[in-house]
């Protein structure tokens, strides 16, 4: 069709568009990453969250992941096709995918954004009734209301005169060229590959006396809202009470918030979470040598996902919701098979379903056999991954990586020793031993569990020592897997993480000088709550970060 040209021209356009427009991302420190705080930054911002002064790091554009992409052409067309599965895959920044900082667009993207959109307009103007909020008898005037009343929707904001104007002219030409059905398509197609679609797009309101900090508007609280807890767009509803500019107060905005939290699509967004905190999707790619490990078969792999997928959903939406009976819970769900492979009584059938366990051996999702594998060798365990996980995932240290010149493999096996004599060697060695006694004496106490997550007493004939000590921490000593876990699932370490992360994630970016209060608010909100996960995403809509944007180039 001739009007692919156009939509190339077009989608340069928007390309120049956004290397201007998202110019305000660099202001993010170190390129999205966390900065670092000095004693005088923080007595001055501790006396600044005192007063009650607002405060909050950059508020960058952020374009829709593959994720969020398909969950909003469902919500928006009602389309479950998924095209953005085809779509290149996002970069990861301080271990998620929204991440404002990396979420560009490359040519090939584009492309694939084009392809995308012309398949979604095709497959919705074959049921135009459904689609028109007009008689279409009416071409230029149905056309006019289809651009005004679909375009709120896709664009998440009521469009501007002018923007009317410009997609009426593509409706038009393409109507008197083809046909009315061909009009409302290409319409789409402009609309589906704006950067009003494919990016959240924020400008405030107009702060007052030349503040550093602007409230957003309704429309834009409401993309705030339904991104964060639904990872789509905003519902009926939402944008219903941004047009009634009920999004103007905090109060306001925890109404709707918890409403969203009781809808399923919070279900979808906060399993996304923990898909990418816990590195799920990773288990579907295991891999395990067949002469070691021969009771692990490629079926089960979705099978360890799904158990700790269930599991977390059950723990935040049907249990208590806290963080420390994620980490510590004595149950766990599974299968026939997958209790099979676990050698331990469970359900019958392919339903997965409740089961205890046994507390002396395993408690939490540490203990869960796709984490154990997921974090271990093809051909034995290692202590060094799963201590490297404990610390980046739920201590949010951030290690370095091994020094140039120092091979990062690990020490032969010997059927005479187990794996801790093996992994001495590294306390030893003055290279590696700064971080080594970080990661190490934490994958220790994991001993216990196989390669493949398979409970073990002996190794090599020889008694599991699973003891050790988790230095610059407040989880201090243990012994055995299920102290561990059960000192992490109460360290106030591990409980500051857990919100960093939320933050991260929730906001699409890192934590900056400027969010110390929002993050002080998080800590103090999410400790009163019991370590509730569902209130601190009730939280998180209510700091400053969040009701707040900041004016690029003005001081804090």
Not at 520 to 539: D, V
Request: some cysteine; overall charge neutral; glycine content about 8%.
């Amino acid at each position: 069709m001739n009007f692919r040209s156009m939509a190339i021209r077009l989608l340069f356009a928007i390309a120049l568009w956004c290397v201007s427009g998202c110019s305000g991302r660099s202001s993010l420190l170190n390129n999205g990453l966390p900065s670092n705080n000095n004693g005088d930054s923080q007595n001055t911002g501790e006396a600044l969250c005192r007063a009650g002064v607002t405060s909050a790091g950059s508020s960058p554009m952020r374009r829709l992941t593959r994720f969020e992409y398909n969950n909003t052409v469902r919500d928006l067309l009602g389309d479950t096709t998924e095209p953005a599965r085809d779509f290149a895959p996002e970069e990861q920044a301080l271990g998620f995918n929204n991440n404002a900082s990396v979420l560009t667009v490359s040519p090939v993207l584009a492309e694939q954004y084009m392809t995308a959109a012309e398949g979604l307009a095709a497959r919705a103007a074959q049921n135009l009734p459904a689609l028109l909020p007009c008689d279409p008898s009416d071409q230029q005037g149905c056309g006019r209301r289809f651009i005004e009343s679909f375009g709120k929707r896709a664009w998440r904001r009521p469009l501007q005169p002018d923007e009317v104007d410009r997609l009426y002219a593509v409706f038009n030409q393409a109507r008197t060229t083809y046909d009315f059905s061909t009009g409302i398509q290409m319409a789409m197609q402009v609309m589906l590959q704006s950067p009003a679609f494919l990016y959240r797009v924020e400008t405030g309101l107009l702060p007052e006396g030349g503040a550093a900090y602007a409230r957003l508007t309704g429309w834009e609280m409401a993309s705030r809202l339904s991104y964060m807890l639904w990872s789509s767009m905003p519902d009926d509803a939402l944008l219903a009470a941004a047009e009634a500019g009920q999004l103007s107060t905090a109060d306001q905005i925890a109404v709707q918030a918890r409403r969203m939290l009781a809808d399923p699509k919070a279900r979808q967004a906060v399993a996304n979470f923990h898909q990418q905190w816990l590195k799920l999707d990773k288990i579907d790619r295991l891999e395990k040598d067949a002469t070691v490990f021969p009771s692990f078969q490629p079926e089960l792999r979705p099978l360890l996902r799904a158990e700790t997928a269930t599991f977390i959903d059950f723990v935040i939406w049907d249990d208590r919701g806290d963080l420390q009976t994620l980490l510590s819970a004595s149950y766990s769900f599974r299968n026939s098979a997958l209790s099979q492979f676990y050698g331990e009584p469970g359900p019958s059938g392919d339903t997965f379903q409740r089961v205890e366990l046994n507390p002396a051996r395993r408690l939490g999702i540490l203990t869960h056999a796709g984490i154990l594998a997921l974090t271990s060798k093809s051909n034995q365990t290692s202590p060094v991954q799963r201590g490297k996980f404990v610390r980046e995932q739920l201590l949010c240290d951030q290690l370095p990586p091994p020094p140039p010149g120092v091979a990062a493999t690990p020490p032969a096996l010997d059927p005479t020793l187990t794996t801790r004599q093996r992994f001495a060697a590294h306390s030893q060695n003055p290279a590696c031993a700064g971080c080594h006694q970080l990661m190490d004496p934490v994958g220790f106490g994991l001993e216990n569990f196989d390669g493949v997550g398979k409970w073990r007493a002996e190794e090599n004939g020889i008694a599991i020592d699973a003891s050790g000590t988790v230095i610059n921490s407040d989880v201090g000593a243990y012994s055995g897997p299920t102290d561990l876990a059960q000192k992490l699932a109460t360290s106030d370490k591990v409980r500051a993480c857990a919100v960093t992360q939320w933050f991260r994630f929730g906001y699409g970016r890192g934590e900056t000088d400027d969010d110390r209060c929002s993050m002080r608010a998080l800590k103090t909100q999410f400790a009163a709550s019991g370590y509730n996960i569902r209130e601190l995403l009730l939280a998180l809509t209510q700091t400053d970060a969040f009701l707040y944007r900041k004016i690029e180039g003005s001081a804090p």
